[in-house]
């Protein structure tokens, strides 16, 4: 006579200055995790690096994260450094757009997170890297951009974001539109070994289809199978992004005359002026171009519904 399998020790990585940080939530899904036999331990982060410095070397085999992509992320960069075989990843999504929620569809509910740990299904999560000089490399699942988007994040203070969430990125676009800045030369290497060249306005690096939570950036990559997608604009006037946000959210950006979709191994993106262009990388500020990015033979087992 066989026993079932080995219930899951998992450990619940909370960071309390999340868009929605609630800690009932938590406790609702420990007991729920125990009750189904799961050994929980919890962590809260109280600074920057907290989580991932947890992550890094934690004997346990589920690290369920709570909080928005850019928690996500310092925690998927640390396990992404852990040799094979690697904890798997829980979400519950406690931040601002949690792309990675609809991306895979992932359950919202804390019951039906626990669930999901228990039931110990996954999906592989494939990483992207930017590298840039004076910096660690930083992994990503969604997206590393320069230009306008990237200038968004760096104006949107940390304590307005939570606060006003959306709205905050909105109004600090609106406020940035009008500014003109130099555009970005990218070199590009397919993953054929085609290299191509380019001049353009705003360059998207994106490892998920999606963008800002629910909405279709494209159809042609996701976080669920490797390869990286350069979506970029030759023009960001006022009409220009108007036109590339309406496009957005009726999931119809690419085959617009203004826009590039071109699959990627490999980047580098440099201002093309005297004056650096602002980086972001998964919704986080990450300094100013040059930078290299790149598809690496990385994928996380990522707990599913």
């Known amino acids: 006579m066989t026993g079932g399998p080995t219930p899951p020790r998992v450990a ?18 420990a007991a729920a995790l125990e009750a189904g036999g799961a050994v929980v331990t919890r962590i809260v ?6 989580l991932a410095h947890a992550a890094s ?8 994260v709570a909080g928005g992509d850019g928690t996500l992320n310092s925690v998927v960069g640390a396990l992404a450094a852990r040799p094979a075989p690697r904890p798997r990843l829980a979400v519950v999504a406690q931040g601002t757009a949690n792309v990675m929620v609809a991306e895979y ?18 999906r592989p999560l494939h990483l992207g890297l930017t590298r840039r000089e004076g910096a660690a490399d930083r992994p990503f699942f969604l997206a590393t951009s320069a230009g306008f988007d990237a200038e968004v994040v760096h104006r949107v203070e ?16 609106f ?71 309406l496009r957005i959210g009726l999931g119809r950006l690419e085959g617009s005359s203004n826009v590039l979709s071109i699959p990627a191994r490999r980047l580098k993106i440099a201002s093309t002026g005297a004056r650096a262009i602002a980086v972001q990388v998964d919704g ?22």
């Open 45 to 50: 982060g109280h600074r920057p690096g907290d």
């Open 175 to 245: 406020g940035l539109g009008l500014r003109r800045r130099p555009p970005l030369a990218v070199e590009l290497v397919t993953p054929e070994g085609e290299e191509k060249r380019l001049v353009v306005a705003l360059a998207i690096v994106a490892k998920s289809s999606r963008y800002g939570g629910p909405f279709r950036l494209t159809y042609e990559t996701a976080m669920d199978r490797p390869g990286l997608r350069l979506i970029a604009l030759r023009r960001v006037g006022v009409g220009h992004l108007l036109a590339a946000a």
């Open 284 to 305: 986080d500020p990450h300094g100013t171009t040059p930078i290299e990015v790149e598809a690496i033979d990385v994928a996380l087992d990522l707990v599913v519904a």
């Open 57 to 64: 070397d934690l004997d346990v085999d589920v690290v369920a």
């Open 158 to 173: 940390r304590r307005v974001k939570r606060r006003f969430k959306k709205l905050a990125f909105m109004v600090t676009a």
């Open 12 to 29: 619940v990585l909370a960071n309390p200055s999340a868009g929605r940080h609630h800690p009932g939530e938590l406790d609702r899904l």
């Open 105 to 122: 569809g992932l359950p919202t509910a804390v019951e039906a997170i626990a669930a999901a740990i228990l039931a110990g299904r996954t």
